[in-house]
């Protein structure tokens, strides 16, 4: 059974880089057809995409957003993550990782991690 | 503001069915595929339905979905208390240069 696991600060100050890693157990990250993604939930809204990573290498982001995330892999360590720098209050969400499958018209994750809340105040 | 729309909150008793609507366009639900989740308070989003009408393995036949053009919908039936949570649905959308969307999701509440 595939399990991921979000990991990183609570608390980050304005302005500053924020990086989150997330873990992902009971399954290898670097198998095909994967799409390793970042989506956040602002508190108290809906769910916002950030982007994806697949084949380990490829990444593709949401255009609606600023270009400030980064996404990448550790193979050896079976871990991607996601920075996202100049952060503001705006950012202040709980960070999910997920493994999802996005091709052939359809995008959806079944494997979620827990969340993790981050804070964004000085 | 979600790309999809959703009501904010729909009530039933419990063993009654209940039905949660997704609203679109052609760039998203009406051109591809509709996923349902259930958000239970504090907790991850689990996916309840795949490519408009498919069940992971362990999601039970009481949930459903179903799309009709750019509209999808999630009904659950025979209601239980475990069943208040919040509802998203999701699809991929062509525009700009293609991106996950979400609805702004369904508060159930079961009376």
């Known amino acids: 059974q595939v399990q991921l696991q979000e990991s990183g600060p609570g608390l980050v100050k304005p302005s500053q880089t924020l990086s989150l890693t997330c873990t992902v157990s009971g399954g290898s990250i670097s198998s095909g057809g994967h799409y390793w993604s970042w989506i956040r939930q602002h508190p108290g809204k809906g769910l916002e995409w950030i982007g994806y990573i697949y084949n380990s290498v490829t990444t593709y982001y949401n255009p609606s957003l600023k270009s400030r995330f980064t996404i990448s892999v550790d193979t050896s360590k079976n871990q991607f993550s996601l920075k996202l720098s100049s952060v503001t209050a705006a950012d202040t969400a709980v960070y999910y990782c997920?493994?999802?499958?996005?091709?052939?018209?359809?995008?959806?994750?079944?494997?979620w991690g827990q969340g993790t809340l981050v804070t964004v105040s000085s | 503001q979600s790309v999809l729309t959703q009501p904010p909150s729909v009530s039933a008793a419990p063993g009654q069915k209940v039905t949660i609507s997704c609203s679109g366009t052609n760039s998203n639900i009406g051109s591809y595929y509709v996923s349902w989740y259930q958000q239970l308070p504090g907790t991850a989003p689990k996916l309840l339905i795949y490519d408009n009408n498919k069940r992971p393995s362990g999601i039970p036949d009481r949930f459903s979905g179903s799309k009709s053009g750019t509209s999808a919908t999630l009904g659950i039936t025979g209601l239980q208390t475990g069943d208040e949570a919040d509802y998203y649905c999701g699809a991929w959308d062509s525009s700009l240069s293609g991106l996950w969307v979400f609805g702004g999701g369904t508060k159930l509440t079961v009376l």
């Open positions: 997920a493994r999802a499958y996005c091709s052939g018209g359809s995008c959806y994750s079944g494997y």
